[in-house]
T-cell receptor, first 114, second 115 residues
Framework: AQSVAQPEDQVNVAEGNPLTVKCTYS??????LFWYVQYPNRGLQFLLK??????LVKGSYGFEAEFNKSQTSFHLKKPSALVSDSALYFC????????????FGDGTTLTVKP | DGGITQSPKYLFRKEGQNVTLSCEQN?????MYWYRQDPGQGLRLIYY???????QKGDIAEGYSVSREKKESFPLTVTSAQKNPTAFYLC??????????????FGPGTRLTVL
């Protein structure tokens, strides 16, 4: 069965410091990997995705993610956190046999303190 | 502007009532999805539709029903058989069900509360 794990429910960082939100996946085959962000009482917004090619993917708002096939990880990173980055972050995986369905992690709440 | 709209934003239901959540998209997408979000549990798939007049059960379909009579619309009915319906419901779409390399587009969500 396909699964996505976000091992940290909560990540706290100080403004200006680098941030990392972790994601690991367990799927057969080659998944497509996504990061989404959700603000309170809103839908999910797409941040970035890994399809193929360069393992370092750059996305919206200065976020990037590194795909590591040997560790089956896709951690989200940002060199310098902003207070406005505080939100709920979801990692997701999709397989090309899945009718477009995605499997989502349980989410990580990022809090950036001034 | 293209996008997905969901209505209402907030919905209150008495026990034993059926309620219908609306999801409309003007993106010309073929595939549509309904998720349920509970605190600490991420998103769980309720139903999905790959094409008009066709839909399949997701992981937690019991107590829910859907229809897909038009490409733009994918309403979700929460029936009285759903034991714990209080949750945040999200609708999403993809251009085509085969477009798994594409990100899903999400609506703003409906928060359902059972009184």
């Amino acid at each position: 069965a396909q699964s996505v794990a976000q091992p940290e429910d909560q990540v706290n960082v100080a403004e200006g410091n680098p941030l990392t939100v972790k994601c690991t996946y367990s799927v057969s085959g080659n998944p497509y990997l996504f990061w989404y962000v959700q603000y309170p009482n809103r839908g999910l917004q797409f941040l970035l995705k890994y399809i193929t090619g360069d393992n370092l993917v750059k996305g919206s708002y200065g976020f990037e993610a590194e795909f590591n096939k040997s560790q089956t990880s896709f951690h989200l990173k940002k060199p310098s956190a902003l207070v406005s980055d505080s939100a709920l972050y979801f990692c997701a995986a999709s397989l090309n046999t899945n009718a477009g369905k995605s499997t989502f992690g349980d989410g990580t709440t990022l809090t950036v303190k001034p | 502007d293209g996008g997905i709209t969901q209505s209402p934003k907030y919905l209150f239901r008495k026990e034993g009532q059926n309620v219908t959540l609306s999801c409309e998209q003007n993106l010309n997408h073929d595939a549509m999805y309904w998720y349920r979000q509970d605190p600490g549990q991420g998103l769980r798939l309720i139903y999905y539709s790959q094409i008009v007049n066709d839909f399949q059960k997701g992981d937690i379909a019991e107590g829910y029903s859907v229809s897909r009579e038009k490409k733009e619309s994918f309403p979700l009915t929460v029936t009285s058989a759903q034991k714990n319906p209080t949750a945040f419901y999200l609708c999403a779409s993809l251009p085509r069900p085969q477009a798994h390399h594409n990100e899903q587009f999400f609506g703003p969500g409906t928060r359902l509360t059972v009184l």
